[in-house]
Each structure stands twice: as C-alpha cells, then as structure tokens.
C-alpha cells in the first residue's frame, strides 16, 4: 500500500534471511505521526518472564503528554482483557473476541480486532481441490485444549463416523525443512501436512474459547485462531461460535448460516445442527463459498489494513512506527 514505516527492532524473519521489519537506529519517536505495538511489548506480573523475551515499553514513556504521535495498540491475546491496564494510554486499542455488550463500556477507544488472513496462510491454504473430490467430511484438529472444545468434541463423538480427528501435536519439523521458520514463527503451527487435510476437507471445526462471568455477564473469551482464517482461506464451510448469540463483534461482521456455521452451547440446538449438516439439510458447499469470498474481500492483509487506517483517519502522507 506504499506506506512508509520503520521499527525499533528486526521482526518477523524470511526465508532469505531478511526481515520484514527492519530496525531503525537513533528514533525520534517525535517524527511519526502513528505508533503500533503489541501486548509483547508490555509487562504483567504475575508471567515469567526470560531474560530479554520483551522489549518493554515504560509507563513514563506511554504517559508522556508532550507526545506529537498517535498510539496504537493491536491485541491478540488470549483470555478475556489482560493488559487493560494500559488501556488509558491509548489513543485506538484493537482488541480480538471483542465482546459488544462489555467492552464499550469500559472505553470508547477499542475497537474489534480478528487473528486475519495473513499471505502466508493465504499461499499455504491455497486451494484448487474440486468440493465433490473432498474426502473428509468434517475435520477436528486442535492442538490446544479448551472448554468450547471438549464439548464440541463430546458432541463428535457421537459422529464418529462422520468426522475426522487430527492432532499434529506441534511435531517439529526439521531444520532444514525449508518451513522450519515459519513453524518458529507462527507458535508452532505453520505445517504443510495440516495444510493438505485442511484442502481435503468439506467442514472444519474452528470452535474455541472459555465462558467466563465478568461484572456479572456472561462473556466468551478466546473465541479467534489462526485456524478459523486457514479454514475459511482454504475454502472449507467453518464451523465457529455463534457470533451474534455470544455478543462478539468482527470488524466486517459474518452472517451465521451464511458465511460460517454457528455453534450455541445449547447440546440439543447444536445436535440438530450437526444432523442437519449429516443428513444435507444445510448447503455447506454454498457456505463455504460465501465464507471464502467474504474473508478474501474483508480479511486479506489489505482488507484489514484498511479497515485500521480508516478508523485512525490515516493519510497517505503520513508515517508509520512499529515498536
């Protein structure tokens, strides 16, 4: 988009050995006009820390009221608002699983964020399998435990034979596989063999997160993955939590039983979804086409791009930092 940026340190490394984020040395933070950065960046004290893992941004430097710039804060974290303590120094916090009936009342400044299409799950979801050449016809495969995720899979269970269960179990990869870095780089979870089942499969489970009681609503954390985009990317109908039933607000926001299939908690609704799934009553192959078509115009690297530079009002002439 022929924006120019700098950052104070060399981030996200390519297979050439070069970075896609370069670091600048003797920053004045005073020529930028926008300042991006990221929950790594900041302290919490109850986490065990490693030496040097985080670059830490000072409170003295957050509360400075001399500041020409604008700061930004892009938040992916799991759980429910763990670095909201922070929140004040912000001029736009971005928040995933954005929970529309309790996060507007703490501050006016968040904004929905999703995990998003990336180019490299975009080239490693590349797909041109035909839909009738699709063997399996719904996938589970999740890594990582959660309490949306053992119902679903107690649900499943029942499918048996209807369903197929994968778990890669974040196996390593050689060094010298030409993917290794990617595998480092994506917490383990860039791995082609995943890639092949996904294009292979009709339906896939994208499911996840923890229902939690904050300030007496009930609430939905974690709900986003970067499978939820490798699943849409690759064209296979998502199965996900009901968006609008669990209060979270998308960005662009998804139509259930449109772009994805939504999932209620309720074990008599959500069986019914999965007999009518079984017995053809639902259209997955027209879901999972609106779903591809929806995530390629809003959630591409630039669809999203888009969407943060338009709230922050960003002009073109204007400078980016990522710190």
Known sequence: MEIDYDSNINYYKKSDGKYLFNKKDNIDYNNYDYI????CSHYLEYIHYKENDNIFITKEFLSNKNRKYKLIMIDWSDGF????????YYDYYFKSSFQSHILPNIN??????VFNGTNRIINATENNTKWDSRKINLLYSHRVSHE??????????????????????????????NY???????????????????KKSKIVDCTGG??????????????DSFKLWEAFFAGC???????????????IQPQNMVHYIGITLNKETDKKILENIKNGEIDIEKIAKNGYEFVKKHYSPEGLTKYILEIINFKVNK????L
């Open 36 to 39: 991006i950065t990221s929950p």
């Open 81 to 88: 608002f763990e670095f909201n303590e922070y929140l004040k």
């Open 108 to 113: 006016n400044n968040i904004y929905p964020l």
């Open 148 to 177: 949306v995720r053992g119902y679903m899979l107690e649900l499943y269970k029942i499918y048996e034979n209807f369903v197929t269960f994968y778990n890669d179990k974040f196996e390593e990869p050689n060094k010298t596989d």
């Open 180 to 198: 290794y870095i990617d595998w480092c780089q994506t917490g383990r979870r860039h791995n082609p063999k995943f890639y092949e089942i996904l």
């Open 210 to 223: 923890f229902v939690r009681n904050i300030n007496n609503k009930i609430v939905l954390c974690q709900i």
């Open 237 to 251: 109908c998502v199965i996900m939590m009901d968006l609008d039933l669990f209060n979270i607000k998308l960005p």
């Open 319 to 322: 400078t980016l930092f990522k």
